[in-house]
């Protein structure tokens, strides 16, 4: 029995055309969307609230918590709004309801003239350096949690957590499939790659967000009941759930972020295949930063990616058998036929004279 969910990061454009980012986007402009949003009681107990009170809803606001010299938040500098699905037992339950909750989110960002965007990695702000400077109590905080000091690159790039659970599989076997999602990340996080873009200009690669992020923040994320279970790893492997519905799920972080949600479908059968395989023996803790660049710059142009992505996608496929998912991966076997991701499609837009803003407003075209 398995189990779905999705994170999905927004960026936006103000009604001014320009990307709305924390330089010049408060926390109010977003949060005039969120009050509009609705609430659905019977989501909880299994979507997080969290300590600030942010996460009240299937839409919350991304961003940095200030904190005054206590666990008081006086301030939020904004990144954009991320949708999170409830947990599904198919994979069509958790799409639908992420389309859903979309295009809602769309509709009410409009009437205060903002527009969603797909951008995987900020356009124009290359790293976020908190303003004003962190305060002693921030900086405690922040040391107390290694991966919490990668915040200026959490900053800056955006994208989906994807997340898998299986009934009844033992903490072991969740840690080994955590494991074996982050020795074959370079070769699955291809098929997602929407980033070209890089300090206002093009890039020279497919996907700066992989480039600058992996390695130094998770690929795949474990949640465990239980503190002597944790893996000390940098960056982690392993996390103690925050609430029952956590135990158990594993969090594929390293994708870009997907414009055609049926993307998000085939990578979820992907991982659904990758936990039922038996024939791939590749397993580390920490992501091959060097391998995830070098895919990063050239996707499945380069053979090494090339041939392992399709080896991957085999896989998952024979394990799927003649469960209906299987139809899902269609879309993944397309990308890797043409070896094209949706960056060289924004990297083309770009060539025909657009600005960054005018290529990037094409997107969510659905």
């Known amino acids: 029995m398995f189990f779905f969910g999705i994170e999905h990061e927004v960026a936006f454009l103000n ?31 299994q979507l997080r609230v969290g300590d600030a009170g942010i996460k009240i809803k299937r839409w919350y606001i991304e961003g940095f918590e200030r904190f ?6 006086i301030d939020c500098h904004v990144k954009g709004i991320e949708i999170r699905t409830t947990i599904h037992s198919d994979i069509q339950g958790a799409i639908t309801e992420l ?44 040391e107390a949690y290694p991966d919490e000091q990668t915040a200026n690159i959490h900053m800056v790039s955006y994208g989906p957590d994807l997340n898998i659970s299986v009934a009844d599989f033992s903490t072991e076997n969740v840690i080994d499939i955590g494991r074996k999602l982050t020795y074959y990340s370079p070769y699955i996080v291809p098929f997602s790659y929407s980033s070209p873009f890089y300090k206002g200009g093009l890039w020279d690669g497919l996907s700066v967000r992989t480039f600058i992020r992996t390695g130094k923040r998770p690929a795949a994320l474990v949640f465990i009941q239980k503190e002597e279970e944790l893996i000390d790893s940098i960056p982690s492997l392993t996390k103690i759930a925050r609430i029952p519905a956590e135990v158990g799920r594993i969090e594929f972080k390293a994708c870009d972020s997907c414009d055609n949600f049926l993307i998000y479908a085939a990578l979820l059968a992907l991982l659904k295949g990758l936990v039922l395989d038996e024939t791939l023996l590749g397993r580390v803790t920490v992501p091959d930063a060097v391998l995830h660049q070098i895919s990063a710059k050239k996707g499945f142009d380069n053979e090494d990616i090339f041939e392992n992505a399709t080896k991957v996608l085999q896989a998952a496929e024979v394990a799927l058998g003649d469960d209906p998912d299987v139809q899902y991966l269609t879309p993944l076997k397309v990308l890797l036929a043409n070896r094209k991701t949706r ?10 004279g657009s600005s960054i803003e005018e290529v990037i407003r094409q997107t969510y075209q659905f």
């Open 99 to 142: 389309s859903a909750s979309f295009q809602l989110l769309r509709e009410v960002a409009a009437n205060f003239g903002l527009s969603p965007v797909l951008v995987s990695f900020n356009p124009y702000n290359p790293a976020f350096e908190p303003q004003p400077p962190l305060n002693d109590y921030e900086i405690k905080q922040l």
């Open 68 to 73: 005054a010299d206590s666990d008081e938040v």
């Open 15 to 45: 009604k001014e055309g320009k990307f709305a980012d924390f330089s010049h986007t408060k926390f109010a402009d977003f949060n005039q969307i969120i009050e509009k949003l609705p609430t659905y009681p019977s989501d909880y107990p």
């Open 343 to 352: 960056s060289h499609e924004l990297i083309e837009m770009f060539h025909y």
